[in-house]
């Protein structure tokens, strides 16, 4: 079983830099770290950076995923091996980008890009957001699934995944107290799907979203309320079509781990928000 603490960061490609600068620091509120020819490096809470743009394919994302053992990663890559995952060892180059002292990649079922991090690098100076957005940390992330059964099946055998709830065959995936950090959408091709930042309050909510409509965001969903998690949330689109999600949500599962019973939702929009508002997102109507 390897074990896994949290979600450390995003990385994701792009042909523009400079437009994924201005909307993640300008809209998003995230906090450029470090600017480079090909890279561009994000903050948005404890981590030296959350988010990692560098100029690629569009298409082109990873996840990175701090392990709980830090003298396990040779285990884990041989765990990984015998299930038919072949990994490969980040270099020192690769490290240095990642501000990781060591890491392996592979792919999950669908192809969605994984990394495990050995002692990835924390903030040094606290996060300063860019605006007035209330965000106090990376939350989790939407990540595509071609099966959905499949993929659940991989994380949960090979890793201390569990799944807290389903909607639909989509199931929402903790592996720490916190009911999610990634949650399974079935589509057809693998990638990130949306990423969550978690903020202080619901007006901060409300404040986003007069400030994404002044600015003629496209929000995709919300304001609404998650049956899931129980959080407010808000969804909006933004540089290449990312799909980026506020919301506060403090549901655990601590007390009850051995009993707790996941829950199946039926794939409705009421199963996404209690409040009824409607889902603008391909992946919530499956
Ligand atoms: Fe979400």
Redesign the pocket.
Known sequence: MIGLRDLYYIRLGTRDLDGAERFTTDIVGMQPIERTEDRLYLRSGKQHHSLCYFNGDPGDHAIGLEMKDWNGLDEAMAALDAAGHACIRGTEEECRDRSVEDFCKFQDPTGNNIELLVRPHDANRRYFPSRDCGVISLG?I?VNSTDTKQDEDFWTSLFNVRVSDWIGPAPLLRMKSVHHQM?LFPTTKPGVQ?I?HQVESFDDIMRSFYFLQERQIKIVFGPGRHATSEGY?LYFEGHDGMVF?Y?NSDRKIIDDEENYRPRQFPMEPESFCVWGSKPDIPEFNA
């Open positions: 989790h939407g949650a949306h969550n949330f999600e919301s």
